[in-house]
Structure formats: C-alpha cells, structure tokens
C-alpha cells in the first residue's frame, strides 16, 4: 500500500482550503498512493480555537464531506481528513476525522477525545467532547486504519487500545501547536507510540504558522520510513500491510 502524507497550511478560507486539498490529491495520485491523510483541522484553521469554528462547522453530509467524497472517487484513492463537524444537538462543533474509501463512499468518523487544554489553550472550551468516548478503527485501502487527532497522540491507553481493536496502521491527524521543545515531543511521542505497539504510525501535520509541519511514518521497530520539514509538502512512503502483523509475530518469539 502506499501511503501518502499532505502536509498543508489551511487557513480560514474554506474554499481555499478545498482548493489545497485538490492539489494534494492530484499529487498523491501522481504518485500512486492508496491512502491519502490529512491533518487535523484541515476544513478550517486559525492560530487558536475560538467562536468562529461553530461558525463555519458542517454535519457529516455536508459540503465539505461531499467533496471529499468526490476528490476520493475520482482519484481512486481512500482519504481521512481532518473537518469541523456541527452538533446536531446545538451544542459546540466536534473536531472530527472523516474518512471515505477510494469509492467515495463514507468509511467512518471520529470525534477528537483528549481536546487540547494546556499552556494557555482551551479546546473545551469551543470545541465539544463526544459521549460517550469512541476509539475508531477504519477500514481504508486493505488496512485497518485506527485513527488519533493531535492531542490523542499523548495518551498512550488510547492508542493500545486502537491496537487491541485491530488496528494495523495508527493514523494521526494533527495541528500541533508550536513551542519550546515541540517539533522533539511530535517525534518522540509517534515513534514511542509505535514502538510500544509494535505498529506503523503514520502522524501528518498542519505546516506553520500555525503549526509545525514535521509529518513522518515510524515503522512498528520505531525507524523512520519517511519525515517532511516544516513547509508544505507530500510524503510518500510505501507501507506493506502485513508490517504490523509480521513485526508482533517476531516480538513473541
């Protein structure tokens, strides 16, 4: 499977926004990618998360979904892409991850569990959690893909459980915000994450300014198969999909 990383820089422009997204599909499709990630956010995006994203939120059939689902089949390629998703309730927005398979068809959704509530940040308090807390595995080109947005990524219960779900690839989808010692803590954290689940991660991020770029895909030994810089950029890296299976059967031994 080959497994490709869109490192973009979506701002408040939503319709400038999908235009990145389009590009990024017809980059990975030049490539011959099966599985196409985005980050988190990557419908809407600011330097801090206020008021203005319930504003802009869609449901899940919405605009942004829809063309999502047409880029997907058109291209042939599976997706998971970072959206605001609007409370059907009347509640804040959700920060959800979508994904469709190359078919266009909608593969399934997470709403971010661990919202980023430190040094000074405070996701809660424009941004709902989902209840009840539901860790997703998607099914996306032959793998089954367990999904993380950002935050999620310190939290290592969530991602063992993602592994005891049957996960064989970890997906995570973020906007780290930038700072002292954050681009080493991004490195870190997915290589640990893979390491103790002996998985592949593949963890794609926003690029500055609001982010730090920096996307990569650990190996389920923690060797880095393939890592971006900071600009905008596509990552390709060619993953065998019995990887994870074939390093635990080793790790048992």
């Not at 080959?2 to 319709?15: C, E, K, Y």
């Not at 990975?28 to 980050?39: H, I, Q, S, T």
């Not at 469709?100 to 509530?117: M, N, Q, T």
Request: proline share 6%; aromatic share 6%; glycine share 8%.
């Amino acid at each position: 499977m080959r497994l490709a990383l869109a490192q973009i820089d979506s701002g408040t422009d939503v319709a400038h926004n999908l235009a990145l997204i389009e590009a990024g599909f017809d980059d990975a499709a030049a490539r011959g990618a099966d599985l196409l990630l985005f980050p988190e956010y990557a419908m809407y995006e600011k330097k801090a998360v206020d008021g203005s994203f319930a504003a802009v939120a869609q449901p899940l059939d919405g605009d942004f979904a829809a063309a999502l689902s047409r880029l997907a089949r058109r291209h042939g390629i599976a997706v998971i892409a970072g959206m605001v998703e609007a409370d059907a309730a009347g509640g804040s927005p959700f920060n959800t991850l979508i994904g469709f398979d190359a078919d266009g068809s909608p593969a399934g959704a997470y709403r971010k569990i661990h919202l980023y509530d430190s040094y000074g940040f405070r996701e809660s308090q424009w941004i709902s959690r989902p209840n009840p807390p539901q860790h997703v595995v998607i099914p996306l080109a032959g793998a089954r893909v367990g999904v993380m947005t950002c935050n999620d990524l310190r939290h290592p219960s969530m991602a063992a459980q993602l592994a005891g779900d049957g996960a064989d690839i970890l997906a995570v989808c973020a906007s780290w915000v930038p700072g002292p010692q954050k681009v080493e803590q991004w490195r870190v954290l997915a290589a640990a994450r893979a390491i103790e689940n002996v998985i592949v991660t593949a963890a794609v991020c926003q690029a500055p300014p609001v982010s730090i770029g920096t996307s990569l895909v650990v190996d389920p030994m923690g060797v880095v198969l393939g890592a971006l810089d900071a600009a905008p950029g596509m990552l390709c890296v060619d993953i065998d999909p019995d990887a994870t299976s074939r390093a635990r059967a080793a790790a048992a031994r």
